[in-house]
């Protein structure tokens, strides 16, 4: 996925969610910081958002939107809605995240992509193999800075051994 190409669900997910404003925080949400991220980044054919001033629209937007949708068979590519809430994220992140417009039309739509180190965060406290590769590659391109990551680790909310997992894996990584 490119930067172009996540615009258009940034647009479609404003429009059925009937807010202006997207929270991006899958791995797509990368494109905000780098808009020509590795490609090894930026494979997955799913955006993980939430309509920001709207949160309980976010059912509504699986199913115009989601995986096997019209929406999916035109882009290649489909939109989860998922609350952000349910994703561990470090204190003050909505402070730091990266404004991506759609361009176009006059209505000024926005989705707000995590900030890479909090988007690092928030992949190795869901602990999954795919999510590791992902910070593994963001730490090896020197996309983000080891010392933030294990900070922005150390404020997460998770239990203390979880946090001392994570920062043992970023050092060994």
């Not at 910081?33 to 001033?53: C, G, M, R, W, Y």
């Not at 909310?157 to 997992?165: A, F």
Request: glycine share 6%.
């Amino acid at each position: 996925m490119t930067l172009e190409q996540l615009k258009p669900a940034i647009r479609a997910a404003c429009q059925v969610s009937h807010d202006d404003e997207v929270w991006i925080f899958g791995s797509q949400a990368i494109l905000g910081a780098f808009p020509d991220a590795p490609e090894s980044l930026v494979t997955s054919i799913e955006v993980d958002l939430q309509p920001k001033n709207k949160p309980d629209t976010v059912d509504q937007v699986d199913g115009p939107l989601g995986e096997l949708s019209a929406f999916h068979e035109l882009h290649g590519f489909y939109v989860h809605g998922f609350p952000i809430n349910d994703t561990k994220l470090p204190p003050g992140w909505e402070s730091r995240v990266i404004r991506v417009d759609d361009d176009i039309g006059d209505r000024g739509f926005v989705g707000w992509c995590l900030e890479p180190h909090d988007l690092a965060a928030s992949k190795l406290a869901a602990g999954r193999e795919k999510d590791r590769d992902f910070v593994r590659t963001l730490l090896v391109e020197e996309m983000i800075d080891p010392d933030e990551l294990k900070e922005c680790v150390a404020s997460l909310p998770i239990d203390r051994d979880q946090k001392d997992r994570i920062a043992q894996w970023i050092e060994a990584t």
